[in-house]
């Protein structure tokens, strides 16, 4: 069901951890399936020098975090920001479509940490959004009764 390489992710998970003082910190879950990742970014000048992660979950969320941390460590904001679920999927040679949610979450933990970011630093990424709140669907719904 799984390929090789989200196995292996799975069993020996790169960059696990956290990161003391990180710049950017992103937590994000889906509470449906109760995975929750949490991202750690250490940036430079720019450039993601180490990125650790926390993921509680299934074997595809901790392998689609440890991928992703992989695809973004030493990059520029720029790139990581172009690193997709998909670009995670690829990279592990694909997920079963009940997972594709895993590498999902993990596209949103590294924006959020980017976000998290920007906002210590007063800064604006641009083309990232701020992060989703996947409990809170209904909040926009009333503002036109009042």
Same mark, same amino acid.
């Given at each position: +069901? ?13 960059? +696990?951890?956290?990161?003391?003082? /990180? ?13 929750? +990742? ?32 992989? $695809?973004? &460590? ?6 990581? $920001? &172009?690193?997709?679920?998909? /670009?995670?999927?690829?990279? $592990? ?11 999902? $979450?993990?596209?949103? /933990?590294? *924006? ?24 809170? *669907?209904? *909040? ?7």
């Amino acid at each position: +069901m799984y390929s090789e390489k989200v196995m292996d992710h799975f069993m020996n998970p790169r960059n +696990m951890g956290e990161i003391e003082n /990180a710049s950017g910190v992103g937590v994000v879950g889906n509470p449906k399936c109760g995975d929750i +990742m949490k991202i750690y970014l250490d940036i430079e000048d720019g450039i993601i020098k180490d990125v650790k992660f926390k993921t509680f979950g299934c074997g595809a969320a901790v392998a689609t975090s440890s991928m992703a941390t992989e $695809l973004v &460590k030493g990059k520029t904001i720029e790139e990581a $920001l &172009k690193v997709t679920n998909k /670009a995670v999927m690829e990279a $592990l040679d694909g997920l079963p479509p009940v997972k594709v949610h895993c590498s999902v $979450l993990a596209e949103e /933990a590294i *924006h959020a940490a980017l976000w998290d970011y920007a906002q210590k630093n007063g800064i604006e990424i641009e083309g990232l959004k701020p992060p989703v709140d996947h409990d809170d *669907h209904h *909040h926009d719904i009333h503002e036109d009764d009042e």
